[in-house]
Every structure is written in C-alpha cells, then in structure tokens.
C-alpha cells in the first residue's frame, strides 16, 4: 500500500510564483526524500530529510518535516517553466533500504 | 560516466511472451531496485536486490521475475504470467545503508499488443 500521500494531486502556477506540495505518511520513518520525474524519464533525487531534521533547504527548494503529523512539505520558490514535472515523497518506512513512494503531484509553470 | 541505464527504451511484446528489460549501472552501488509505473500513478516495487546472487519480492512480484549474478546487472523478465504488464518500468540502485538516495534509470516502456 501506499505510505505517501501527496497534496495536491495537480497543481497549476504562473512563473515567478512560489509552488507548495504536501506529503503524509503513515508509520514512523527514518528519513524522507523528495523525488522530480520529467515526463517520460527516470526520477532524480531533490533532497532528503532526516527524522531528527525540520526543514532543509537547496537553492529554490525548501522542506520541512514535522514527524508529529506525519507530514511534509516541499516549497520552489520563484518557479520557472522547467519546473514542470511530478514530484513523488517517498520514505524509508520500507524497511531493508527500500522506499514507499506517494503518487506524486503533478506539477506544471504556466510562462 | 557513472550512471545507471536501462535498454531498450520501448518494447512491444505479444500476448504469451516473456521478455527480458535490461538494467546496468557503474555506480559500484550493492542494491538495486525494479519498480512499475503505472499512467499518473507512483512507483510501486516489483523486486529488489541488496546484494550479489540475493533478492527479494516486493510488493507486486507475481509475474515477474529477476536475477542478480554481477552487482552491476539486475535484470527483469516480465513473463506471460503477468496479467497486465504494460506499464513505465524503472531500474534504481542505491548505497548500502540508510539514508541513501537511489539513482533512476530513464525507464523502458512495455506496451502488449
């Protein structure tokens, strides 16, 4: 079953403006990743949260973690139309290193 | 370059036939991971493997099946048993350890016809 749930499903945002996707989990984790994937591609690792971690940062991008909800959020800040793509959560609530991924938001940067 | 690749890109098969989905990667990395994507949907896992000559099932394995001879080879055979295969299929492989990322193939599409 799914551990991730993402919020919203789709989002659609003008350029230069900020860009906010929601995940919850259910079971306690060790570390949470968000993911992009391109239309068509393979995904690419964004940033990874640790459990002990409230928010990170990587250039345009900013994550927080709260484990007493469960949830975390992914902020791009000053979107741009190569932004466009889906992103996934996923967490390690797995076990044996694998990861629970959500079903994403899709994301898209209307210029 | 390191990287991690998946051949073919797409793959037509008939009903009844197994095929092979290649997954090659340079990264030195101990554990790899096959997953299916299904249209608009995330990435659920079909096998993976942690180390040489050792693999598990994971959430949706009926159907398919993998090897692991060489750590820089996991590939997966999608056999006739597989009631709805078409789907985006991913190959991952990752460090061992926790809190490491997996690095993504660009995916092989199967389409039945």
């Known amino acids: 079953s799914q551990q991730g749930e993402e919020d919203p499903q789709a989002l659609s945002i003008q350029e230069g403006e900020n860009a906010t996707m929601n995940c919850s989990y259910k079971?306690?984790?060790?570390?949470l990743q968000w993911y992009r994937q391109n239309s068509g591609r393979g995904l690419v690792h964004l940033i990874l949260?640790?459990?002990?971690?409230r928010e990170k940062h990587s250039g345009r991008l900013r994550v927080t973690l709260d484990t007493s909800k469960k949830s975390s959020s992914l902020l791009i800040t000053a979107s741009r139309a190569a932004d466009t793509a889906s992103y996934f959560c996923?967490?390690?609530?797995?076990?044996?290193?694998?990861?629970?991924f959500g079903q994403g938001t899709r994301l898209t940067i209307n210029p | 370059d390191g990287g991690i690749t998946q051949s073919p890109k797409y793959l037509f098969r008939k009903e009844g036939q197994n095929v092979t989905l290649s997954c090659e990667q340079n990264?030195?990395?101990?554990?790899m991971y096959w997953y299916r994507q299904d249209p608009g949907q995330g990435l659920r896992l079909i096998y993976y493997?942690?180390?040489?000559?050792?693999?598990q099932k994971g959430d949706i394995a009926e159907g398919y099946s993998v090897s692991r001879e060489k750590k820089e080879s996991f590939p997966l055979t999608v056999t006739s048993a597989q009631k709805n295969p078409t789907a985006f299929y991913l190959c991952?492989?990752?460090?061992?350890?926790?809190?490491?990322?997996?690095?993504f193939g660009p995916g092989t599409r199967l389409t039945v016809l």
């Open positions: 991952a492989s990752s460090g061992q350890g926790a809190n490491n990322e997996q690095f």
């Open positions: 990264l030195n990395h101990d554990a």
């Open positions: 996923a967490t390690d609530a797995g076990g044996a290193q694998k990861l629970v």
């Open positions: 493997s942690q180390i040489v000559n050792d693999f």
């Open positions: 079971t306690s984790i060790n570390n």
């Open positions: 949260i640790r459990s002990n971690e």
